[in-house]
C-alpha cells in the first residue's frame, strides 16, 4: 500500500515526480542543508523544484541507523539546516539525542515541501552508474533510474543532481568487523545492541578508540552499571579530544599553530595542541600518551574522567582475529591478548564492535571529483566537522549564486581532501584524523583556511555568514574573523605553504 504524507513520499508510492531542477541523493545532514540553503537563497523565479531521496523511509540520514542512546558530541547550536534551530531557546549546551534530530530533519523536510514545493522521497535507490544515467538531446537534462519499492522509475533532472553520500560515515551498524571471528563461538555485535544484550554478560570487550567507543565504554559505567575491571578497551590509536566547556574551532587551532611555530624549521600541529591543552581546550585520555589523531570528539570533564575509570587498556594496533578458543586478541602484527580476566570465556563475554571508523568513508567513490561540475554537484568536505552541516549550506548558497559565479569559481573556493589511493581502506585526507608531521597545501585545514578566505571576499557570502547559526566562528565577529584568516594565512604564505 503505498502512502504519501506531505511532501514525504514512502516507499511504493506512486506519485514519484518524472522531473525536477535538483535531485538530491542523501536526506542526511549535508543534503538537506544544501536543499534548505539553495531554497532560502535561490532568486530565480519559479522556485526551481527539488527532490530529495534516500534509502531511508524517512529523513535523517545515519540518524535513522545510530545507536538509540547516541546524542551530539556539541551543541545543537551548530547543527541541522540554517533557516531552523535544533537547539532549545535560550539552551546553548544543548545536545539533541537521536530521537530529536529525527524529529527534527522530519520538521525541516515538512517546511521545505510547505514553502518550497520539495519532496522527499522515501525508500528510493538512485542508480549513479553510467547505465542509469543519460544526457537528453537538446539541453533538457539527465535522465536517472531510481527503484523505488519495487518498481524501476525515471526521473528527468533539468539542472544538477546532488550527490550528497559522499561524506556518509561508516557505522558499525552496516561496517563489518574487519578482524575474523566465528559468530557461532564469539558474541560480537555493533555498539547499538548495548541496550539489549547487556544483562546476560559479566565482561565487555569494547574495539575501537573513537567517539563510538567512548559512548560504549561511558553507556556501559553509567546505565549499565558493569564495573570498569569488567571492561577492556582496543584503543589503536590515541585521540585529541575537544573540551566541551571551551570547544575551539579547527580555524583558531590552525592559526595558533602557525603563530606558535612561526620561526621553527617545521609547521606542526603536535605543539598546537599541546598549548590547546594547557588552555584547557582539550583532552587526553592517558597524559602519557601523546595522540597521534584528531576527529573532534567531544567530552566535558566529569565525562572524561568517567571514562578514565577504564584501566584495561590494549595498544596493539589494529585487532587481527578474535580466537574462538579462549577469546584471545590476535593483532595485526602477531602479538595474542588473552582475556584479563581469571576464568573467564568467551561465553560471558561481549564484544562490541566500534571499530567502523566513521572517517573511512568506505561507501564514496573513488573517483576524484569536482564538486561542481555540468550536471552535477557532489558534497564534499570543504569546511568540515561538526556533521558536515554547514558543508552542505555552504554548497547550497554557492549554487544558489546563479550565474553571479561560474563553475570554476566555485570549485577554486571548494578546496577538498582527496583520498590516499595507496590506503586498502582510504581516510578522506588529514581531515580524516591523521595530524600529519608537517603542514601542507593539501592539509584538510589549510583548505579549508583558503576556502574561508576566498568566501570573504565575495561581499555577498562574507554577510551571510556573519550571522550563519552553523557557521563556527561567527562568535568572533566579522572582524575577529578576518584578524584569524589573515594571521594565520601570512604564516601560511611566508612558509611557501600557500600562495
Not at 544515467?133 to 526521473?155: F, N, V
Amino acid at each position: 500500500m503505498c502512502i504519501a504524507t506531505g511532501l514525504i513520499i514512502e516507499e511504493g508510492a506512486t506519485d514519484l515526480p518524472s522531473e525536477c531542477d535538483y535531485l538530491i541523493v542523501g536526506g542526511g545532514a549535508s543534503g538537506l542543508a544544501f536543499a534548505d540553503s539553495l531554497l532560502a537563497h535561490c532568486t530565480a523565479a519559479p522556485s526551481p523544484v527539488v527532490v530529495i531521496a534516500d534509502s531511508h523511509r524517512t529523513p535523517g540520514g545515519q540518524w535513522n541507523d545510530s545507536y538509540s542512546f547516541v546524542r551530539l558530541h556539541q551543541p545543537s547550536a551548530g547543527y541541522g539546516v540554517e533557516t531552523e534551530q535544533l537547539e532549545p531557546n535560550g539552551d546553548e549546551n544543548h545536545l539533541a539525542s537521536r530521537e530529536e534530530i529525527v524529529r527534527y530533519y522530519q520538521s525541516v523536510v515538512q517546511k521545505l515541501e510547505k514553502n518550497h514545493g520539495a519532496a522527499f522521497v522515501g525508500g528510493a535507490k538512485v542508480d549513479l552508474s553510467k547505465d542509469g544515467c543519460k544526457q537528453l538531446d537538446g539541453g533538457r537534462g539527465w535522465e536517472y533510474k531510481i527503484c523505488h519499492g519495487e518498481a524501476l522509475k525515471s526521473i528527468v533532472v533539468k539542472k544538477r543532481l546532488v550527490d550528497a553520500r559522499y561524506l556518509q560515515p561508516d557505522l558499525p551498524v552496516d561496517t563489518k568487523p574487519t578482524f575474523a571471528y566465528d559468530a557461532s563461538k564469539i558474541d560480537c555485535a555493533p555498539v547499538n545492541v548495548l541496550n539489549d544484550q547487556m544483562a546476560n554478560k559479566r565482561h565487555f570487550v569494547v574495539v575501537g578508540a573513537g567517539k563510538t567507543g567512548m559512548d560504549a565504554i561511558y553507556r556501559l559505567l553509567t546505565r549499565a552499571e558493569v564495573h570498569p575491571d569488567n571492561i577492556l578497551w582496543v584503543k589503536p590509536n590515541e585521540m585529541w579530544i575537544t573540551a566541551r566547556e571551551n570547544i575551539g574551532s579547527c580555524m583558531e587551532l590552525l592559526r595558533d599553530c602557525a603563530v606558535m611555530n612561526r620561526e621553527q624549521e617545521k609547521l606542526s600541529m603536535g605543539a598546537a595542541f599541546l598549548e590547546w591543552e594547557k588552555q584547557g581546550r582539550v583532552y587526553r585520555l592517558d597524559t602519557t600518551t601523546v595522540p597521534t589523531k584528531f576527529r573532534d570528539a567531544t567530552l566535558d570533564k566529569d565525562e572524561l574522567e568517567v571514562i578514565r575509570r577504564v584501566t584495561n587498556v590494549v595498544r596493539n594496533g589494529r585487532v587481527r582475529e578474535i580466537r574462538s578458543s579462549d577469546g584471545a586478541l590476535v593483532f595485526g602484527d602477531g602479538t595474542v591478548s588473552s582475556l584479563p580476566w581469571d576464568g573467564s570465556s568467551p561465553e560471558d563475554t561481549l564484544y562490541v564492535h566500534c571499530s567502523a571508523g566513521a572517517f573511512n568513508y568506505t561507501k564514496q567513490s573513488s573517483d576524484e571529483e569536482a564538486v561542481f561540475a555540468p550536471g552535477k554537484i557532489v558534497v564534499q568536505d570543504v569546511y568540515g566537522t561538526p556533521g558536515f552541516c554547514f558543508v552542505g549550506s555552504i554548497i547550497g548558497r554557492l549554487e544558489a549564486m546563479g550565474c553571479r559565479l561560474t563553475d570554476k569559481e566555485r570549485n577554486e573556493m571548494c578546496l577538498a581532501p582527496r583520498s590516499n589511493p595507496g590506503n586498502a581502506v582510504p581516510p578522506l585526507g588529514p581531515s580524516g584524523g591523521d595530524l600529519g608531521d608537517v603542514l601542507s597545501s593539501d592539509h584538510g585545514f589549510v583548505q579549508r583556511l583558503a576556502n574561508l578566505r576566498k568566501w570573504r571576499s565575495v561581499p555577498e557570502l562574507r554577510k551571510w555568514m556573519e550571522n550563519h547559526r552553523l557557521f563556527n566562528l561567527k562568535g568572533l565577529g566579522d572582524a575577529g574573523v578576518g584578524k584569524l584568516v589573515d594571521e594565520a594565512w601570512t604564516v601560511l604564505e611566508e612558509r611557501g605553504i600557500v600562495q
